[in-house]
């Protein structure tokens, strides 16, 4: 796509979607559907949160321990922290304090807001 539409895409935020400096990559909404686990309907949540907490979020909300070994090969602990907390404390604080984040050599850090 041209730049001017993926300047028009990253709005409000300055630059494209390849400066992770300015939340230009990094900044997207998320939605999380789950009738049978979540109480609140349609109300949204401003805790900060990145992709890296996605899979301990899966894993706490359906009760799965984190994988230590899959097919014989020791695995890494997982970095990132679950959301669930969030799912019915709308006004809790955000328990992700810092994130390192880059795309294509762009940096970026997140810390405490």
């Given at each position: 796509?041209?730049?001017?539409?993926?300047?028009?895409?990253?709005?409000?935020?300055?630059?494209?979607?390849?400066?992770?400096?300015?939340?230009?990559?990094?900044?997207?909404?998320?939605?999380?559907?789950?009738?049978?686990?979540?109480k609140a309907k349609g109300e949204i949540r401003s805790q900060w949160h990145h992709v890296i907490d996605v899979v301990p979020t899966i894993l706490e909300a359906a009760e799965l321990p984190e994988p230590r070994i899959v097919n014989g090969t020791p695995q890494r602990p997982i970095e990132g922290g679950s959301m669930?907390?969030?799912?019915?404390?709308?006004?809790?604080?955000?328990?992700?304090?810092?994130?390192?984040f880059e795309m294509f050599g762009n940096r970026g850090i997140y810390f405490d807001g």
């Open positions: 796509m041209a730049a001017g539409w993926a300047v028009c895409f990253d709005s409000p935020f300055t630059w494209t979607k390849q400066v992770a400096s300015n939340y230009g990559s990094t900044r997207n909404a998320m939605v999380i559907h789950w009738p049978d686990g979540i669930v907390y969030s799912f019915d404390e709308p006004q809790s604080p955000s328990r992700h304090q810092i994130q390192y």
